[in-house]
Each structure stands twice: as C-alpha cells, then as structure tokens.
C-alpha cells in the first residue's frame, strides 16, 4: 500500500512541476509580446519624430527663411552672382 502511495505522490509531484513550468512559460510569453508591442510604439513615435524633425530642418533651410533671419541681424543677399574660379594645371 506504501509503495502505490509512493507512486502517486510522484505522479502528483510530477504533473504540479510540469504545470508550474507551463505557466512560467506562458508569462514569459506574455511579457514578450508586451515589449514587442511596447518597442513597435516606441518606434513608431521615433519615426514620427525624426519627420517632424527633418521638415523643420527643411523649412529652415529655404533661402527665404535664411534670408529673413539674416536681414534680422542686418546681412542681405549679395547682388552679385558668385564666380567660378577655375585654375589651369601648370604644365612642365
């Protein structure tokens, strides 16, 4: 009688650790794809800061803007065109 008690104890002590492993597992499970989805979010809102930021960039680089805030400092846009310099190679 010892010895069938001996083994459902072993049976029962068997299923309760495999039933704690399987939970376990599930709750990594779970926290995993709450950080994927947390991570997907993060990067989403990065993304969307990183446009927002390059628009602002490519608003002040137009040149009117530049040349508004230049005209602020009191700096104005030449009137003459820029010149090409170009230098011949000396020849021996």
């Known amino acids: 009688m010892s ?3 001996f083994k459902n104890w072993r049976m029962i002590l ?5 039933a704690i492993v ?8 779970d926290k995993k794809v ?3 989805a947390r991570l997907g ?7 969307s800061a990183f446009i927002d930021g390059r628009g602002r960039l490519m608003e002040l680089k137009k040149e009117s803007v530049v040349s508004l805030k230049m005209k602020a400092k009191g ?4 009137e003459v065109p820029p010149q090409k ?8």
């Open 22 to 29: 399987m939970i376990a597992s599930s709750h990594s499970a």
């Open 14 to 18: 068997f299923v309760s650790v495999l």
């Open 75 to 78: 700096l104005k846009t030449s």
């Open 85 to 92: 310099i170009i230098v011949k190679p000396q020849q021996n």
């Open 3 to 5: 010895e069938d008690s």
């Open 41 to 47: 979010n993060e990067a989403k809102e990065l993304r």
């Open 34 to 36: 709450y950080d994927i």
